[in-house]
């Protein structure tokens, strides 16, 4: 990395939180990938937007990380510029029904917020590995209830450094998208409008959740959550059990024998034999059904 680079950040961004060649592997649910040139872990919006300012300037590309429940590191790393934004995870009861969270703030944290404050309708989202910005962009969802059923506004950061807030409408919330997925935005925060409930019942609700997690998905392993979109008309992992691919392995990554829809780390596994086993488990549904799966997985930095 440019040394000057280094400088000029370190006149935005503490020097603590200015990490050079991190190991991604230390911030993903994969367990697996390579250095980042840098890691920044900004503390305002200001320090986000002098970092994006100098990056763009100086042509480094940059990644906006939540939890990295949702990601798949190359083991070459990445060449550029990794901004978590670990240190905006505040939860704020704005009045009876409403919840103001950072964009860091962590899904299980927020349910448990809601639910100590008697606020119903987050349930679903409470065993979500990630955090509400990522929930934002990509629309997340369980047990039949989406973002786009909670969310009242979004604040993001533009390309340009103006702050906006977008409703819901605007914000066009789809299957495992929305209007800000893909663009060159920082989601900052999310006013999520909830509806008065009863802690206890809240509570079992989770509770009730959280047992068919653990009976149906993988959880002892790392992973990244269901590792393709549901096709349509289709459920992914009927597909590739279908294809016989239940327990396939390349490596130590793995279809899990729990469920098919999850690939799984099984402890030795490198980001490129959990690339490898997706390509391979795209190509046999492919040739057995003529159904394209796509990945939910973000790859990021260099595969072939």
Do not use: W
Not at 196 to 215: W, Y
């Amino acid at each position: 990395m440019n040394k000057d680079v280094y400088a000029a950040l370190e006149q935005i961004v503490s020097k603590q939180d200015i990490y050079v060649n991190e190991q991604m592997s230390r911030h993903t649910t994969f367990r697996t990938g390579g250095p980042a040139s840098l890691f920044l872990r900004p503390r305002t919006t200001e320090e986000i937007k002098g970092v994006l300012k100098l990056l763009k300037r100086a042509e480094v590309d940059f990644f906006i990380l939540g939890n990295g429940s949702n990601l798949l590191v190359s083991d070459k790393g990445y060449d550029g510029a990794v901004i978590s934004l670990s240190n905006f995870d505040d939860i704020e009861i704005e009045d009876e029904t409403l919840i103001n969270a950072q964009a860091g703030a962590m899904n299980s944290a927020i349910a448990s917020v809601a639910r100590d404050n008697d606020l119903a309708g987050f349930e679903f989202a409470a065993g979500i590995p990630g955090t509400i910005g990522g929930a934002m962009i990509m629309n997340a969802g369980a047990y039949g209830g989406e973002m786009k059923d909670i969310t009242k506004q979004v604040k993001v950061l533009t390309s340009d450094g103006e702050i906006i807030r977008l409703d819901n409408e605007t914000m066009k919330f789809g299957y495992r998208t929305s209007a800000i997925k893909g663009k060159d935005f920082v989601v900052l925060s999310a006013l999520l409008e909830l509806s008065k409930g009863n802690k206890e019942e809240i509570s079992a609700r989770m509770q009730e959740l959280a047992l068919k997690r653990k009976e149906k998905q993988p959880l002892e392993y790392p992973s990244a959550g269901s590792t393709f979109k549901r096709p349509e008309g289709y459920f992914a992992g009927k597909l590739i059990e279908d294809s016989g691919l239940r327990g396939f392995c390349v490596g130590d990554a793995a279809v899990s024998e729990k469920h098919c829809g999850f690939v799984i780390n099984r402890g030795k596994a490198t980001s490129a034999n959990i690339y490898e086993l997706i390509k391979r488990v795209q190509d046999k549904v492919y040739e057995d059904t003529g159904v394209k799966l796509e990945p939910e997985v973000i790859m990021l930095g260099k595969f072939d």
